[in-house]
Structure formats: C-alpha cells, structure tokens
C-alpha cells in the first residue's frame, strides 16, 4: 500500500455469496423440519455447504446448466445439498 491511497474495500464474489447463504438457508429449512438440536444444526450446515460444492463442481463439469444464475449450477447444487442433508440426518439417528 503506498502512503496516502485509501485502503481498499473487502468485496465479496457474488457468486460465493450466493451459495454461501443457499446452503445455509437448505441447512436452516432442514433443521426446523425436522426439529434437533444445535449440535445437529452444525452438522446440517457443513453438510448442505459440503454438498452444495460438490454439486457445483458436477455442474461445472457436466455443463447442463439446467437452472443457471451467473456462474452458480443451482439445480445440481441444491440435489445435492438435500441429498447430503438427508444422507446426514440418516447417519445421526
């Protein structure tokens, strides 16, 4: 940084962004679906972001782009967020 240039500003890809909170929101809905504890919320998130990317990453090589917002796969990231919640849930009983 040269002295006297403002500093700058954090920015945030969108498309993270975007995922980021899709996968928190899968793990939200899930967990007050089925109704567990906060321990299990945890688990619920890391697996709908573990899963969200790796849904992403099959979008990304199949080149569907079935429902595509910018650079996001959604239809592929979000099967495979619900399936690694419900593979999570199933695992944890």
Do not use: C, K
Not at 19 to 36: E, K, N, Q
Not at 67 to 85: H, K, P
Request: glycine letters at 10%; zero cysteines.
């Amino acid at each position: 940084m040269v002295l006297g240039t403002p500093p700058m500003p954090l920015s945030l890809n969108p498309t993270i962004l975007l995922a980021t909170l899709m996968a928190a929101g899968y793990a939200t809905v899930f967990h007050l679906w089925t109704g567990r504890t906060l321990r299990d919320l945890l688990l619920f998130l890391v697996a709908a972001s573990a899963g969200f990317g790796l849904g992403q990453w099959a979008g990304t090589s199949l080149q569907l782009g079935i429902l595509r917002v910018g650079q996001l796969f959604l239809l592929e990231a979000t099967v495979a967020s619900v399936l690694a919640l419900i593979l999570v849930s199933l695992l944890i009983d």
